[in-house]
Structure formats: structure tokens, C-alpha cells
């Protein structure tokens, strides 16, 4: 898969120049990261959306746009699939590779008693089911 999201980086980089008015990329670029954040938002909504809704077909789909638009989004800050790949490979050598890194004691003791912005998604999901 890292092969893919390879190529697809590189087309996402040499299509950041082109016409805006018919590249997506370029115009996604064009609009800035808050754009680009917000659509990686709204597709990763619309992937949870569907799998909690058990549309496969449709989690696929829309996991292909949410990696397209999370490429973009790498691209925008500077951030090349290498390091990625770096990062998930020290994590594995560290946890095995089904692990993330735990979040830390301080980040989640300012958490604490404050609702998460993934609650209202959380609460979403719940009511489609």
C-alpha cells in the first residue's frame, strides 16, 4: 500500500501547480489548509458514518478520498510519506505494529472534565445506529 500512497503523493505534488479550475489538487491548494483539513474531516466522518452503518462498498470509496485528501494534507505541511513510514515503523519496533503510542499523562489530564470534539461525532454515530 505504501507503493500507492507513494505515487499518489507524487501526483498530489505535481498536480499542486496546475489550473485550479480543473485540477481539485490545485485547487485545494489554492485554498489553503484550513480547506484541506476540513475536506480530511468530512471524509473521515463520511468512512465512520458508513462502517457504523455496515455499507462496505461505501467505506472503501470514501476511505480512497480520505487518503487522497490526508496526501494533500501532507503535502501542504511539508510532510513526505517516508516519514510516516519512519514514524509506524518505530512504533512497531517499540509496541508491535497493532499499537499506537499512548496518549501522554499531561495531555490527558487537561482533558479531563472537558467534553472531547470527537464526542458530538460519537453522539452521531449512536443515533444512526
Not at 500500500?1 to 501526483?11: G, I, K, P, T, W
Not at 473521515?44 to 458514518?49: F, K, L, M, N, W
Request: glycine fraction near 4%; charge should be positive.
Amino acid at each position: 500500500m505504501s507503493d500507492s500512497l507513494d505515487r499518489l503523493y507524487q501526483a498530489v505534488l505535481a498536480a499542486r501547480d496546475l489550473d485550479p479550475a480543473t485540477s481539485r489538487t490545485a485547487k485545494l491548494f489554492q485554498q489553503g489548509p484550513d480547506k484541506m483539513a476540513k475536506k480530511l474531516a468530512e471524509e473521515a466522518i463520511e468512512v465512520v458514518i458508513d462502517a457504523v452503518a455496515g455499507r462496505p462498498d461505501a467505506v472503501i470509496r470514501e476511505s480512497a478520498d480520505l487518503l487522497y485528501n490526508l496526501t494533500v494534507l501532507w503535502a501542504a505541511a511539508g510532510v513526505r510519506p517516508e516519514q510516516v513510514w519512519f514514524e509506524m515503523a518505530r512504533r512497531e519496533r517499540m509496541m508491535g505494529i497493532a499499537e499506537k503510542l499512548p496518549k501522554s499523562p499531561k495531555a490527558a489530564k487537561s482533558r479531563s472534565g472537558s467534553r472531547r470534539p470527537i464526542d458530538a461525532l460519537e453522539d452521531r454515530i449512536r443515533k444512526l445506529g
